[in-house]
């Protein structure tokens, strides 16, 4: 038998397969655990500001608003608020990590192990995902409780909201490589991620937009997550849900690709 303790390895060989599955699974615990640490914080929190948007909207417009898509108002928003909050919480999840390790200086800590740029993409995304989802259920049954809305097709409300995380937590790792600073990840969560889940049908109906300002919207990636999630809750949405699977698909694997190739070169990530 070979004697494996003096075992040799070419340069560039991995000792641990084609895939690193302990090393990928400990980023992924990483990620999950943090936010579970502050659990308050990251799925209490949302919560708590999904149900004031619901009750502020519900009682400012609701009573003098009528039927939207077939359902009332306050249906027609909870999903709406639901995927806003999913895809805002997974976007902080992946851009706090990356950016607080890199202030910190101690990024090397995640660069150095043996992990190909899939499998830490795979660790950061774990994190952003599992957020995202126990966000979705936590307001779901906020949803439920309150206003008794049962997803009418949980699977479409599962895909779109596990597609809605990767999407924005995919983004929220290009956000945090490309900032030095907090004050550069303020301005693009402040002027890109909040308008973009803001304008994108989560308190209206895009059929009663202006004509250009709708068209403009359909070009919106975020908009078919939303009115994909509101499709999965309510059984009603603006645009065909499988055109909106089809361009939220697209849009995620262009943004993880980008992702892969900026963690594969280092890009503004090693000194």
Not at 29 to 44: D, G
Request: charged share 10%.
């Amino acid at each position: 038998m070979q004697d494996t303790s003096t075992q040799r390895f070419d340069m560039g060989t991995r000792r641990f397969g084609r895939v690193n599955w302990l090393g990928t699974a400990t980023l992924a615990s990483r990620e999950v655990r943090r936010f579970m640490a502050v659990w308050t914080q990251t799925l209490l929190a949302p919560l708590v500001t999904a149900g004031l948007f619901l009750a502020i909207f519900s009682l400012a417009i609701g009573p003098a608003r009528g039927a939207v898509n077939g359902v009332p108002f306050a249906a027609f928003l909870a999903p709406g608020i639901l995927m806003m909050t999913v895809i805002q919480n997974a976007f902080a999840n992946t851009s706090s990590s990356i950016m607080i390790a890199k202030v910190q200086g101690n990024i090397v800590d995640t660069l150095m192990p043996p992990l190909s740029a899939g499998e830490m993409l795979v660790g950061y995304l774990a994190g952003a995902v599992g957020r995202g989802v126990l966000v979705a259920f936590a307001i779901s049954a906020l949803m439920w409780l309150v206003l008794g809305v049962v997803p009418a097709h949980p699977v479409w409300a599962l895909v779109f909201v596990v597609l809605g995380s990767a999407f924005l937590g995919g983004l929220g790792i290009i956000a945090a490589i490309y900032a030095s600073k907090f004050d550069q990840m303020a301005a693009i969560t402040n002027f890109i991620i909040t308008p973009l889940s803001f304008l994108s049908g989560t308190f209206y109906s895009i059929e009663s937009l202006p004509p250009v300002i709708a068209t403009l919207t359909r070009f919106n990636p975020v908009f078919y997550l939303i009115d994909g999630a509101r499709f999965g809750f309510i059984g009603a949405s603006d645009a065909a849900p499988a055109f909106g699977l089809v361009v939220c698909l697209v849009a995620t694997a262009a943004v993880l690709a980008l992702c892969w190739q900026w963690l594969r070169s280092g890009y503004r990530m090693k000194a």
